[in-house]
């Protein structure tokens, strides 16, 4: 008889753990399958990151020369279109409208994602005939990452604010990935 009711329970128990298991491999491949969501058709070699659920796909910053240049001379920037900036460090930062033809959003993050700071980065006068790069690059305004950062976000001006994303919030993008290549 007792042999018999161990007999049952191990069958049970059997049974219980394959439906676990089973159920961890669907919610596993299901979450891969999120992560590895296809990038459109013309997005190839961005980024893709995630603002209060809205998807962009974003040119990486990952070098000194690219994060210089940034957005620079750009008419225009598509709706899910812009730039992730990545630093080798977490460090102050402070970004401003050199060059810049277009109104910019910029989301500071530290180094988890985090946002230290966002600001609407206005069209500022183009350097002047006669005027020195150092006076242009002098009266520029400076938005600063409040804390230290080590990722910027931009997107096309007037974009962040509808989104409601504040210092605090969490941008999703691949952290780890895009600090192993930033140089």
Avoid at 4 to 21: E, I, K, M, N, Q
Avoid at 80 to 93: A, E, I, N, R
Avoid at 126 to 135: F, N, P, V, W, Y
Avoid at 142 to 153: C, I, K, P, T
């Amino acid at each position: 008889m007792v042999a018999g009711r161990l007999s049952r329970y191990h069958t049970h128990a059997s049974l219980l753990r394959t439906v676990a298991v089973t159920a961890l491999i669907v919610v596993s491949g299901l979450l891969i399958a999120s992560c590895d969501e296809p990038i459109p058709e013309g997005k190839e070699g961005r980024e893709r990151v995630v603002i209060k659920g809205t998807t962009f796909w974003l040119e990486p910053a990952l070098d000194d020369a690219t994060r210089y240049k940034g957005l620079s001379d750009r008419k225009t920037i598509e709706p899910d279109g812009g730039m992730v900036f990545v630093f080798p460090q977490p460090m102050q930062l402070y970004f401003v409208m050199r060059d810049c033809l277009t109104d910019i959003d910029i989301a500071f993050l530290d180094g988890t994602g985090r946002v230290t700071a966002v600001h609407a980065m206005k069209m500022e006068d183009l350097q002047k005939d006669g005027e020195t790069r150092e006076a242009y690059e002098a009266r520029l305004t400076r938005y600063r990452s409040r804390f230290a950062a080590q990722f910027a976000v931009e997107v096309a001006g007037g974009t962040l604010g509808p989104l409601g994303l504040k210092e605090g919030d969490i941008v999703e993008l691949d952290v780890e990935g895009l600090k192993d290549r930033a140089q």
